[in-house]
């Protein structure tokens, strides 16, 4: 693919979809275009430097997460190119084949069928986590790699994510990975940079030292965010109220017998040659463009290095 060659956008919207996200997301076919115009001309003029895809899509993805404010995508967008400058630890290895050992433990898995919202549901087991094998830098590169792939889908675009954790098994040994700095990191890198629609987070099972680990998260969540979160214990019921049984596997209560985690990231190993790509845009990493500083914050809305509370849309 030749960098240089703008690429138009096409959209794939069912067109339920659509009506979806000219309702919650101000879209408008007959404005589409002239948003991404306007997107990219700011580019142009406030951040000539940082090397953009040719493809529209990846701005409409912006432009839908951010409601069409095309200043707000523009900031999301500038910390998105920031943090893979500010977290090399998280970035420098771009291949999803790089995870293979990570993946195929099945940490965390997508569901194949939607919730009734047409939201794409990730489940995620802690206990298959051994930190004495991975840190959390490695488990969350390779994470943040499938929240990239994610968010490629249209349908996922509007609809949103939710997210389904089992955390029995959670030790000691996993919250002592974590910390202030590491909480933060994630915040930075997922909510605040990466363009999903987060819907909901559910817990279930979750242990006495489950309270630990959040108490390290919380004080970097937005209020409403903190909405967004569901605290099931062992009641796989009320679980159910929020994510329909039929689409879980048997370990999250649900009736789903056919389920294989391991499908969607052997799709994904398959991507390399698409996010070694997709590397070559953002920050030169030859020139400090931020003042010599990766805790810096940009007049046009780059990331404060401060811990200061992260929103959701």
């Known amino acids: 693919m ?51 895809p040719p493809e529209d899509a990846f701005f409409v993805r912006y432009l839908r997460n951010k409601k069409y404010d095309v200043d707000r ?84 675009q509007v609809n949103g994510i939710v997210v389904v954790g089992d955390y029995e098994g959670l030790k000691m040994k ?20 990466i363009p999903i629609r987060f819907k909901a987070a559910h817990y279930i099972r979750q242990p006495d030292i489950f309270e630990t680990m959040f108490s390290i998260f919380r004080p970097f969540m937005s209020a409403k965010l903190i909405k967004r979160l569901h605290f099931h214990g062992q009641e796989y019921g009320t679980l159910h109220d929020y994510v329909p049984s039929s689409i879980l596997p048997p370990e999250f209560g649900g009736q789903f017998m056919d389920f294989n985690c391991n499908e969607w990231y052997e799709n994904l190993m398959k991507c390399d040659a698409e996010f070694e790509y997709m590397d070559q845009f953002g920050i030169p990493k030859a020139s400090d463009v931020l003042g010599g500083t990766a805790q810096g914050v940009d007049a046009s809305g780059g990331i404060a290095g401060s811990f200061k509370k992260l929103s959701v849309d």
Not at 174 to 193: E, F, R, S, W, Y
């Open 73 to 156: 995508a523009f900031k999301m967008i500038v910390n998105y190119y920031e943090v893979r400058r500010k977290y090399p630890e998280l970035y420098n290895n771009c291949r999803p084949s790089a995870y293979k050992q990570l993946y195929e433990l099945g940490i965390q898995g997508i569901l194949p069928k939607r919730d009734n919202q047409g939201r794409l549901v990730s489940i995620g087991k802690m206990s298959l986590w051994d930190p004495d094998r991975f840190d959390y830098d490695f488990l969350m590169a390779g994470y943040l790699l499938s929240m990239e792939k994610m968010i490629q889908d249209e349908e996922t």
């Open 2 to 52: 030749d960098p240089s060659i703008r690429r138009p956008y096409v959209c794939t919207l069912s067109p339920k979809t659509l009506e979806k996200a000219k309702r919650e997301l101000n879209e408008d076919p007959d404005t589409r275009d002239a948003k991404i115009d306007e997107l990219r001309a700011k580019f142009k003029k406030e951040r000539p430097e940082i090397k953009l």
């Open 174 to 193: 996993h919250v002592l990975k974590l910390g202030p700095t590491q909480a933060k990191k994630q915040m930075d890198c997922i909510m605040n940079a």
